[in-house]
C-alpha cells in the first residue's frame, strides 16, 4: 500500500504522483479540492481522506475508489467501469455522461445528476444514492440505471424537472408517488415491488449500496420503488408536428 500525502500539492503533481504508483492500492491523505484524481485510472483501489475536486475519476476505468467524505461535482464524468464509493454526498453533474461502471453515495446528489448516461453494448452504468437529488435528475437519460434510495422518507425526493429529455434507461425512486414529482406525460411510471426489482437487475446494486455503507438491505426493499422510463409511443412527436 502506497501513502500520498496530498497538503499543498497540485492537482496535476499529485496526479502524476497517483498514475505512477504501481498497481495495488493507495491511500491519499488531506486532499483538498485536488481536481480530476482518478482520472482514467486502471487496475488501483484509491482510497480519499478528505474532500476531491471537481471530475473526481473521470473517464475511470478498471479501478475502485472510496471517498471518505463528500465529493465536488462530475463525479464520475464520461466514466466506462469501475467503481466509485462516496461516504456522504456527491455534488451536480454525478456521473455526467457516463457508460459504464457505477457509483455509489451514502448522501444525496446535486442537481443534474446522471445527465446524458447512456448505455454501450454490455455496460450498464448505475448511479445509487441513498438520498435525494436535485432538479434535473436524469435529463437527456439514453440508458442505464438511476437510484434514488429516499432513506430520508421524503415526499419529493428528486426535485422538478426529472428526467427532462429522456429517451432510454430506468430511474428507480423508492417510497414515492408519481403524483408527488410533476412527472412529464412523454414518461410512464409504475410501482414495482422487490420482486419487479430484482428481476430488473437493480437489487443487487442496492445490496451493495447497503454492504458498504451499513444499511439494512432487507429494510430498504419493504418499500416499493416507482420506476420512470420513457414514453416508447414516440414520446417527442409534439415537439415536431403538429397533432
Known amino acids: 500500500m502506497t501513502v500520498i500525502d496530498a497538503k499543498g500539492k497540485y492537482f496535476s503533481d499529485l496526479n502524476a504522483e497517483i498514475k505512477n504508483c504501481g498497481d495495488g492500492e493507495i491511500v491519499v491523505d488531506n486532499c483538498n479540492g485536488q481536481r480530476y484524481i482518478g482520472s482514467g485510472l486502471e487496475n488501483k483501489i484509491l482510497r480519499i481522506n478528505g474532500v476531491p475536486g471537481n471530475a473526481l475519476g473521470a473517464y475511470l476505468n478498471n479501478c475502485d475508489l472510496y471517498v471518505n467524505g463528500n465529493a465536488q461535482d462530475a463525479t464520475g464524468d ?31 446528489v446535486g442537481y443534474r445528476a446522471g445527465v446524458h448516461i447512456k448505455s454501450y453494448k454490455e455496460l450498464r452504468p448505475v448511479i445509487v444514492a441513498g438520498g435525494g437529488s436535485g432538479n434535473f435528475l436524469g435529463e437527456y437519460q439514453a440508458g442505464g440505471v438511476i437510484i434514488l434510495l429516499n432513506l430520508e422518507n421524503r415526499e419529493n425526493p428528486a426535485g422538478d424537472s426529472i428526467a427532462n429529455g429522456m429517451h432510454g434507461g ?40 447497503a454492504r458498504v455503507f451499513g444499511f439494512d438491505f432487507n429494510k430498504i426493499m419493504e418499500s416499493k420503488f416507482l420506476r420512470i422510463t420513457p414514453n416508447t409511443r414516440n414520446p417527442y412527436k409534439q415537439l415536431y408536428v403538429n397533432n
Open 78 to 108: 464520461t466514466m466506462n467501469g469501475g467503481r466509485i464509493y462516496i461516504y456522504g454526498n456527491s455534488g451536480d453533474a454525478t456521473g455526467y455522461a457516463m457508460r459504464g461502471g457505477a457509483i455509489y453515495i451514502k448522501g444525496g
Open 170 to 209: 430506468e430511474i428507480f425512486i423508492r417510497g414515492v408517488k408519481a403524483s408527488a414529482l410533476g412527472l412529464s406525460p412523454r414518461l410512464v411510471a409504475e410501482n414495482v415491488g422487490a420482486d419487479a426489482v430484482a428481476l430488473a437487475g437493480v437489487s443487487k446494486h442496492i445490496e451493495e449500496f
